[in-house]
């Protein structure tokens, strides 16, 4: 290369429009800077200047359970008058069942009339007796301040009492006056309600006589009705 060509100056060719040589980043924003803290300042009355001079301070952070409603605790400490034991409802039932149809089977074995209407009255008078001992027990359990309990074990153990009682009540033990047949019912219809409510027997013995009393006004009732319609029919048959 010749001097002549290095003496040339050099000639940068020209840039149509602004544009920069280099590209340049947008700039970063910038990070704000938090407030200097301050200290805590407490505003307002003072706790002690806001309570009564009579209010009792005692009870403060009492953490306490409240007491139970009166009624609630009330029912919880009578206790039940019919409770769980001596087998649950439907074994009981069961036999209460068996023992109504052998009732019903005997009424019509030792029947002196027709044998079908004595074991349908057999069956009768066991259910409405089952009926009105329920009701004998809740009487009794309201006198002595309890509740009824379980009603389905109580029902199936007063149908059991009662079954074996109409048991006792349709056998023909003597071939004279029925006087030992109604002892022997009233004694097992006893025994077995003493034994399997678990009571003593003053409470028993409650239970049996409001049963016999509402026994006795419904089996009435129903004996005044069959009779009164009997006499009925019969006149106007005449």
């Known amino acids: 290369m010749s001097n002549e060509e290095t003496d040339k100056p050099r000639v940068i060719p020209k840039i149509e429009g602004d544009v920069s040589p280099y590209e340049v980043l947008p700039a970063e924003p910038a990070v704000p800077t938090p407030p200097p803290a301050t200290k805590g300042k407490l505003e307002g009355p003072r706790f002690i200047d806001t309570v009564d001079d009579d209010a009792d301070l005692e009870d403060i952070g009492d953490t306490a359970e409240p007491a139970k409603p009166a009624a609630t605790a009330g029912v919880a400490a009578r206790g039940a008058f019919v409770e769980a034991g001596r087998g649950d409802a439907a074994i009981i039932g069961a036999i209460g069942g068996g ?116 026994g006795a006004l419904m089996l009435g009732s129903l004996f005044v009705y069959a009779w009164a319609q009997a006499a009925s029919t019969a006149g106007a048959v005449k």
């Open 99 to 214: 023992a109504c149809v052998v009732a019903c089977v005997c009424a019509a074995v030792f029947a002196t009339g027709s044998k079908f209407p004595a074991a349908v009255l057999g069956l009768l008078q066991v259910a409405l007796l089952t009926g009105t001992g329920i009701v004998s027990l809740g009487i009794t359990a309201h006198l002595i301040g309890k509740s009824f309990g379980d009603v389905a074990l109580g029902a199936a153990r007063m149908l059991l009492a009662v079954s074996l009682g109409v048991l006792w009540l349709k056998v023909r033990v003597t071939g004279g006056p029925r006087v030992l047949e109604p002892v022997l019912a009233a004694a097992f219809y006893f025994v077995t309600l003493w034994v399997l409510m678990r009571k003593n027997v003053r409470d028993i013995a409650k239970v049996a006589v409001f049963h016999f009393v509402l």
